[in-house]
């Protein structure tokens, strides 16, 4: 993990994502996390059911990681019951967990016939991408663990793509917090009713441009500039306010809203 506690986030996520697939390549070697790797592509392809994942204690727990729901683990009884619901079914528990991870898990893993097969687990490319996807994730905690800021952003990028409606974004916690600073709402926007949220998204924003990079390096970097300009260590605020400086030219804008205004509209009026 390269070390980049007190940079100022846009320079930290800059080396982060310069340095990405190099860290990635050591932490897949480092033994902490090859043993894991081994034991999961040892043993996957002998399960069968959501009870033999859940009994599996090494390739559960591994498993949990890479959808970064490690703290959920002790709570077995509670993934084996959403792991063998019906996606169909609206009362199912996969549809009433509001944490995204929790459906992510479910459609990744791919459980079928409430759970008694699993027709992917055989597969070395299913299997390929659940070790890509806990790297992934270790990465993105390492980069959290030291800049909150940065991690935020790098999960930002990392989902931006699959992003449907407004839904799919308040619904997760640091992409909601990413697209308000970055589309200049202010922090009493989070408080809302949420149908307004997604109103105030949908009147800012595009939802499908988010599968166009160049649209996703923008609002992360404008989140980043933000983020710092509001954080209260004073060099990171020194360095915020040049970047926003150097960005007065008409490419970024600082927005403000009152919330006063947008308490009062109606709850869907772009409908």
């Known amino acids: 993990m390269i070390p980049i506690a007190g940079m ?5 996520l800059t ?3 310069v340095t990405r697939d190099r860290q990635i390549s050591v932490m897949r070697e480092a ?19 959501v009870e033999d994942l859940v009994e599996n204690r090494e390739l559960y727990v591994f498993v949990m990681k890479a959808f970064d729901l490690e703290d959920q683990i002790f709570g077995k009884a509670l ?14 528990l996969v549809n009433r967990l509001t944490d995204p991870r929790f459906r992510e898990m479910y459609l990744a893993l791919g459980f079928e016939k409430g759970g008694t097969t699993n027709p992917n687990t055989s597969n070395p490319a299913w299997q390929e991408g659940i070790v890509d996807r806990y790297l992934e994730t270790v990465f993105i905690n390492d980069q959290a663990s030291q800049n909150a800021a940065l991690g935020a952003a790098l999960e930002f990028k990392r989902k931006a793509a699959s992003v449907e409606t407004p839904l799919d974004i308040l619904k997760d916690r640091e992409m909601g917090t990413v ?3 970055a589309l200049g709402f202010p922090e009493a926007v989070g408080t809302l009713d949420i149908d307004r949220q997604a109103d105030l998204i949908r009147s800012r924003l595009d939802l499908a441009t988010l599968n166009d990079p160049e649209v ?8 980043t500039i933000l983020s710092d300009a509001l954080d209260t260590t004073p060099a990171l605020q020194n ?3 040049q970047l926003l400086s150097a960005t007065a030219n008409g490419s970024f804008t600082p927005v403000t809203i009152d919330i ?5 509209m109606p709850s869907r009026p772009y409908r």
């Open 260 to 264: 006063s205004a947008i308490s009062s």
């Open 15 to 17: 080396i982060a994502e």
């Open 179 to 181: 697209i308000r600073l």
């Open 31 to 49: 033994p902490v996390h090859a043993r894991g790797i081994e034991t999961f592509r040892q043993q996957i392809g002998d399960i069968r059911t």
């Open 239 to 241: 360095t915020a306010f």
């Open 79 to 92: 993934m084996r019951r959403m792991l063998e619901s019906d996606l169909d079914d609206r009362a199912a």
């Open 216 to 223: 996703v390096e923008k609002l992360v970097r404008k989140y």
């Open 8 to 12: 100022s986030t846009p320079l930290a």
